[in-house]
């Protein structure tokens, strides 16, 4: 299939509002309420200097605590939907689990060739000192620019906050406080933006040639937990969280570079997960670097069990792809060659 990026039209973007604190305003009382952002004439008006076509739809807003994997699926279903008529989408969402969501997003959008740019604010919109209007304009601007052959500059799903943007599956909310709220500890921005926009075209994804045509994969498998160590960590609780029924797939959130106990009882908790065909994928606690089984003798257990590096994956984008690669009917074998490569750039392989 061919998309025809046209470099003369204005670009179209679909700017979809799913809540958090970007949206909201202070109303007489000072209290934060959301504001109609279907009318963003009104509310701010400066967006349209951008000469870009921007349509809004908005989702029944929330909090982005209140996410469910249903809304990843309304979110992909929006995009998927409209898919054909814009060029480019910024999803304002809330900071708190946005990096979940845009893990979410990166796996389900299969052949994705257009910008999905994430972005919110840390300070509502409505307020003076808002971050906010920078992050949408800005957020805006990159989801239409093109590169000099009318291909998009970054044809994924991306993560835009003070003056970075990141690949939306390798961010993590690293401060519940600075405005610079988003880090992405094991890959390069994609752009950085001072005076200009300048984008990391060796990070990027790029398209080129004949382009699939987009599909959505709705099937997310539940039955996912994240399981953190930590010295004392109780036998009897692991085994109990791991016999639970209807349990599919653990995020270990190993020590280090991928370490855990050595005690024989706790690996054999981990075997006997494994052999009833639990799928268990380690990950390090450690916000920058990768999990390497093979380094020490506390990594040697886990792998010679069968547990699945996932390198230097956030627990975002692992929790994720467990859902994603575990959903949609797949074999065992399949699932483990799934994990086992990166398919959206989630891990550097
Ligand atoms: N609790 C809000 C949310 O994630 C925080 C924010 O948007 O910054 O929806």
Known sequence: MNIEFDNERRPRILLIYTGG?????????????????????????????LHLDIEVLKLTPIDSSNVTPGRWVELATVIRDNYADFDGFVVLHGTDTMSYTASALSFMLEN?????????????MGILRTDG???LITALEIASSRRA?????????????QNRLFRGNRTMKQSAEALSAFSSYN??????????????????????GEVEPLRISTDLSGGVVVVKLFPGIGIDILKAILSVPGLKGVVLETYGSGNAPTNGEFIA???????????????????????????????????????????????????????????????PEEVRRLLEEPIRGEFTA
Do not use: H, W
Request: charge should be negative; hydrophobic fraction near 40%; include cysteine.
């Open 269 to 331: 908790v981990l075997r006997d997960a494994i052999e009833r065909g639990i799928t268990i994928v380690n990950v390090t606690q450690c916000v920058g670097g990768t999990v390497r089984m093979s380094l020490y003798e506390t990594g040697v257990g886990l792998q010679s069990i069968g547990v699945i590096s996932g390198r230097d994956m956030t627990t975002e984008a692992a929790v994720a792809k467990l859902m994603y690669v575990l959903g949609g009917g797949r074999s």
């Open 133 to 135: 209007r920078e992050n």
């Open 149 to 161: 052959d009318g291909t998009p500059c970054v044809p994924e799903v991306a993560l835009y906050f």
């Open 187 to 208: 890959y390069p921005p994609l752009a950085e933006v001072g005076v200009e926009i300048s984008y990391n075209y060796a990070a990027a994804m790029r398209v080129s």
């Open 21 to 49: 604190t970007i949206g909201m305003r202070r109303d007489g009382t000072g209290t934060l309420v959301p504001f109609d952002f279907a009318s963003l004439d009104d509310e701010f008006p400066s967006v349209r200097r």
């Open 112 to 124: 994705l060739a257009k910008p999905v740019i994430f972005t919110g604010s840390q300070i509502p």
